[in-house]
């Protein structure tokens, strides 16, 4: 039997199997006690960063998967297109699409320029969408929003 600080009997337990322990973490050793603050207001301008950098990485991503995808379909139609001119015996001219042949070569050839550019173009709108949602959402919390409770620990300077 063991006796803690304040006198009273702990039962001690038998360890069957050997206690794994895990590694010890390095903790900074300039930190200071844990308190409970109330956050009340949220910065517009980190609102407006944040929806600016996830806006626009979605819409880069999205923006390339359709370029990708429009490229591959200009290469698609104008397969079809000698396909169609050959078993019809016909100039391409005559057929759907005949006008559009150069500029359906020019998205199938130059692909590495097509691709990015699109993938700019949806993210521009994309980027600016989001950043002026956040902004609104920020803004909603601001005005009628409660305070909300955050757990945060007081990080001491460093003593030189």
């Known amino acids: 039997?063991?006796?803690?600080?304040?006198?009273?009997?702990?039962?001690?337990?038998?360890?069957t199997s050997p206690q794994r322990r895990l590694p010890h973490v390095a903790e900074?050793?300039?930190?200071?006690?844990?308190?409970s603050v109330r956050l009340r207001r949220?910065?517009?301008?980190?609102?407006?960063l944040g929806g600016v950098?996830?806006?626009?990485?979605?819409?880069?991503f999205a923006g390339?998967?359709?370029?990708?995808?429009?490229?591959w379909l200009a290469g698609q139609a104008l397969d079809w297109q000698s396909h169609l001119a050959f078993q019809l015996g016909v100039t391409e001219?005559?057929?759907?699409?005949?006008q559009q042949i150069g500029i359906l070569q020019a998205m199938q050839d130059d692909w590495w320029l097509v691709v990015p550019l699109t993938g700019l173009v949806v993210a521009m709108p994309t980027a600016l969408?989001?950043?002026?949602?956040?902004?609104?959402?920020?803004g909603i919390f601001n005005r009628f929003?409660?305070?909300?409770?955050?757990?945060?620990?007081?990080?001491?300077?460093?003593m030189d």
């Open 42 to 48: 949220v910065s517009l301008r980190a609102a407006l």
């Open 1 to 15: 039997m063991a006796v803690d600080p304040h006198d009273r009997v702990v039962a001690e337990a038998a360890v």
């Open 93 to 98: 001219d005559l057929l759907p699409l005949g």
């Open 28 to 35: 900074e050793l300039r930190t200071g006690p844990i308190r």
């Open 64 to 71: 390339c998967l359709l370029g990708a995808g429009l490229s």
């Open 53 to 60: 950098a996830a806006g626009f990485a979605a819409g880069l």
């Open 129 to 138: 969408a989001t950043a002026l949602g956040a902004a609104l959402l920020a």
């Open 145 to 158: 929003g409660p305070a909300l409770e955050l757990m945060v620990e007081d990080v001491l300077p460093p």
